[in-house]
């Protein structure tokens, strides 16, 4: 019996998890994506067509992979509907769980609703649902992909829970829509997705019986946790390796290698700490050459140097066995490149991540730069610096650095 691997954001998303699944779909049978919703946004770029993935796992691109969206995925059918239409080739390689939860229009307006009546305290969302239709979830009051088979008795619960939230709907702004509308609505869903719905836990427990190659895709990032992030500026799922077993229906004795995504700086998107944000021109500056710029959204990015302190962090609770260092090529240039090796707090340095961070105050170290490593698609042939910046990396965080990514290409990736 095979093991699970898992890609996990080790930073606070947008690390460059699409390229590195996608360099690896090839050697896996399945692809599986465990948790999030649609503000998650993959980047793949092959040639000189460049695919933007939401929902669709990143193994979509490799003909032989079959895709599959876990229980953990909050979906909402109107945009998956649309990112589908991006391929013709999807029957029998996309698999959606019945389990998966749906996020419909009402969740997006409230959670939009919801950010502006917070003003300065918003936590910067995508606006897209995602909160709204996890706290649904739990509630106990969502609905899952599998109620599309009976639309009529679905939208009836539906507008039975919206009607029994009238006065907080009204007060956000949110109207509730005729059943009739609301079905006609859910029977489009159900005809575009009824062929991809089923019970996906037995497809991933059947694939791992026959000794097929399985890896489970996470969304956003490590410091973006529910439970282990800067919470409460944090997405509403478990972005890191233990949601991966919940998220698709596997046991810890599953799961085999854990390969962390981070890239040779740090961005954020939204508020929240952010220990290492540089608000000078050389920030600006890495985002302009790494064109930070949020898939999803197309928000700026916010940008900074390298925080090993997180990644520590994020490589001891992911059980992190080798990280795909990305978008090297970035720091091309830099006479100097600064890496947040400790914080201080309340006048002590120290070496973990503390309860409050937006309490932490950075301490760097200076490395120095390098000219060219872009393109590069070999370890010796990194520059020296170049190459001592990772291997420093290596140390500081305590996990090998495997893959480096020196450019958006598929083909410009160092395997060590």
Known sequence: MS?????????????????IVDHMASKNDYVCRFSGGHNAGHTIVVGDKKYALHLVPSGVLSKE????????????????????????DLDGRLFISDKAHL???????????????????????????????????IARVG????????????????????????????????????????IAELESYKEVLSPFITDTTLMIWDALANDKKVLLEGAQGTMLDIDHGTYPYV???????AGACSGVGLNPKDIGKVTGIAKAYCTRVGNGPFPSEDFTQEGELIRERG???????GRPRRCGWFDAVALKHAVRVNGVDEIALMKLDVLDGFKEIKVCVAYEVDGKVIDYVPYLLEDAKPVYKTFQGWGKSSGIRTFDNLP??????????????GAKIRIVSTSPQREDTIIR
């Open 3 to 19: 093991k699970a691997d898992i890609i996990v954001g080790l930073q606070w998303g947008d690390e460059g998890k699409g390229k």
């Open 65 to 88: 992979t079959k895709n599959i969206i876990g229980n953990g995925v909050v979906l909402s059918p109107k945009d998956f509907i649309e990112e589908m239409a991006q391929f013709d």
């Open 103 to 137: 996020l419909l229009s009402y969740h997006a307006m409230i959670d939009q609703a919801s950010e502006k009546l917070k003003g300065k305290g918003a936590i910067g969302t995508t606006g897209k649902g995602i909160g709204p239709a996890y706290v649904d979830k």
């Open 143 to 182: 609905h899952r992909l599998g109620e599309l088979q009976d639309c009529h008795k679905l939208a009836k619960k539906v507008i039975a829970h919206l009607e029994q939230n009238r006065d907080l709907l009204g007060v956000l702004g949110v109207p509730i829509p005729s059943e009739d509308e609301l």
């Open 235 to 241: 997405t509403s799922s478990t972005t890191i390796s």
């Open 291 to 297: 064109q930070e710029y949020g898939t999803t959204t």
């Open 384 to 397: 020296q610096s170049a190459k001592e910046y990772i291997l420093e990396l290596e140390s500081l965080v």
